[in-house]
């Protein structure tokens, strides 16, 4: 079962390649290459499942605390003998502000595992254009 390894297998093909000899083509390069491609995908999806992680976390986390918020007011409306401490106008206003921070907690969140994706496939888009460069100069 060792051949089934991803490591095993793209060392199998690139192997195999090398039998086939191509004037001008340096199909090492051209594999090695592509490592890179497939490490820098394997990597922007570790960004974003740490993201989508994060994301999830923070939406349980905003959850318990609404439903701790509500118990401690229904605890608070349903005592005998309790005076309403806030008007429901400023429950409410109180409510819509935790509300908006939360959303844009999430989006922010949201954002940076986009933009942390985004940058490690920038990275390797802009090394394979530097490797094609010197792959493309003359004498190479």
Request: net charge positive; charged share 20%; aromatic share 0%.
């Given at each position: 079962m060792e051949s089934t390894k991803p490591n095993n297998l793209f060392t199998e093909y690139t192997n195999m390649i090398k039998q086939f000899k191509l004037p001008g083509f340096d199909v090492g390069a051209i594999m090695e290459s592509r490592r890179k491609d497939i490490e820098a995908l394997l990597a922007a999806n570790g960004t974003a499942l740490s993201g989508v992680q994060s994301?999830?976390?923070?939406?349980?986390d905003i959850l318990r605390a609404a439903m701790a918020d509500v118990q401690s007011l229904i605890a608070q409306r349903t005592t005998p003998g309790a005076k309403a401490s806030e008007s429901s106008s400023e429950l409410l206003q109180q409510g819509f502000r935790k509300a908006?921070?939360?959303m844009q907690d999430l989006a922010d969140t949201a954002y940076?595992?986009?933009?942390?994706c985004f940058a490690v496939i920038s990275k390797r888009a802009a090394e394979n254009v530097e490797e094609l460069k010197a792959r493309l100069q003359p004498g190479k």
């Open positions: 994301l999830a976390q923070k939406q349980a908006v921070t939360n940076k595992t986009q933009a942390d």
